[in-house]
């Protein structure tokens, strides 16, 4: 066994770790520091928990120029580092590059002149990362070999900004705070693809329960689609569905057989199910009221408490809602509790797959800090 490599994280200053100050940007006095929300204690868990250094990598734009003098950049930046160490923060290198953007200086961000010394084989950069708060620190991700962390008050706009950069970058993580970064980090991403395919159908799941309600579902069956499509969305996990199923026979096969695959990769995405809520229940929807009450804790039960009327609702027989619950919860390995009153029968069946959704959210939620199974047997 050879010796295991370094890893880094690669932090950005400004933005990222404290306040970029507005209008000017330069953080040159003691009165515009301001750290960013919740950065203490997950920088702090961090450095406890997982073997990364921690390097800063900051453009500080003609630092040491009459337009940002140094006397005016040390106290604050002085005071951020004292600060930080006092809550266990230590950074183990610390890289600023003076010039301003029209020097072109290689050491300049997104360049990667500052950071040579960890481009070499001591360090595992792709298992590293920078975290930053620009498209600029993802590029230097990009330049490095290394993984992005974007951190971004919201995660609405970040699609179309990342589109309209003129380099093609992926973050591995668009976070909208440090408790998703060191969820990210210390548990990594709950995320499974299930390709199932017989002679009836074939079909493609992926699923990534950390994701942000981005779904792409087509199924062959509209109806279906647009069910499917709550379950990614109102639970937040990005879900990609593709069916090629006999639907020349009928629907039957192409909904159970989808039902098998998202529940198989429920399960697999879920994994040892550490530190995860467990339970989950809902009740809304316009004129009817739906509920759905799950629980992941290993063992498949349906109850179903639903009546429809019409033999349809658009192109999905409603005899088949049954079926797809049961065969998701067998495949899933989760007890699942449904109930819908009401008339409409469009609301009622929408109801129940946003309340399922719903569920799915609260039963995923994770928390770092209590990382333990939800259970007093040791297993789930
Ligand atoms: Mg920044």
Same mark, same amino acid.
């Given at each position: 066994m050879g010796e295991r490599k370094k890893r880094a994280l690669f932090i950005d200053r400004d933005g990222t770790l404290v306040k970029e100050p507005?209008?000017?940007?330069? #953080?040159?006095? #003691?009165?515009k520091l301001e750290f960013v929300p919740r950065v203490m204690r997950n920088l702090y868990f961090i450095r406890q928990r997982l073997d990364f250094e921690f390097v800063m990598v900051t453009n500080q734009d003609g630092l040491g120029t009459p337009s940002f003098p140094e006397e005016t950049f040390w106290p604050a930046h002085n005071l951020m580092l004292k600060t930080l160490a006092g809550e266990g923060i230590v950074f183990d290198d610390i890289r600023i590059d003076p010039s301003l +953007?029209?020097? /072109?200086? +290689? /050491?300049?961000?997104?360049? %990667?002149g500052m950071l040579t010394r960890y481009m %070499?084989?001591?360090?595992?950069l792709a298992n590293s990362f920078v975290i930053g708060d620009r498209l600029t620190d993802m590029e230097l991700a990009r330049n490095l070999g290394a993984k992005g962390i974007w951190l971004r008050p919201? #995660?609405? !706009?970040a699609e179309e900004e990342l589109k309209a950069y003129p380099v093609a970058l992926s973050p591995a993580l668009i976070a909208e705070d440090w408790d998703r970064i060191a969820e990210f980090l210390f548990a990594g991403e709950r995320r499974a693809i299930v390709r199932r395919a017989t002679k009836e159908t074939d079909i493609y799941v992926d699923w990534n329960l950390? !994701? %942000?309600g981005k779904t792409e579902i087509a199924t062959g069956l509209g109806f279906f689609d647009h069910m499917l499509e709550q379950i990614g969305k109102h639970s937040g996990t990005d879900l990609t569905i593709r069916v090629k199923g006999d639907l020349n026979v009928d629907e039957h096969h192409t909904i159970e057989d989808t039902a098998i695959a998202l529940g198989e990769a429920l399960l697999q995405a879920l994994g040892d199910k550490r530190g995860i809520e467990r339970y989950g229940y809902c009740l809304p929807m316009d004129d009817c009221l739906c509920g759905v009450a799950l629980d992941f804790g290993g063992r498949p039960w349906l109850v179903w408490d639903a009546e429809f009327r019409r033999e349809k609702v658009g192109d999905m027989p409603t005899e088949m809602f049954l079926h797809f619950f049961k065969s998701l919860s067998d495949a899933a390995r989760m007890n699942l509790n449904i109930r819908a009153e009401g008339t409409n029968e469009h609301h009622k069946i929408e109801g129940i797959f946003k309340a399922l959704a719903r569920s799915i959210k609260m039963a995923i939620r994770r928390d770092i800090y209590k990382y333990e199974l939800p259970s007093t047997k040791g297993m789930l």
């Open positions: 507005p209008v000017d940007y330069q #953080l040159d006095s #003691l009165e +953007p029209e020097e /072109n200086s +290689p /050491n300049r961000k997104p360049r %990667t %070499t084989d001591e360090y595992d919201s #995660l609405e !706009g950390d !994701g %942000t």
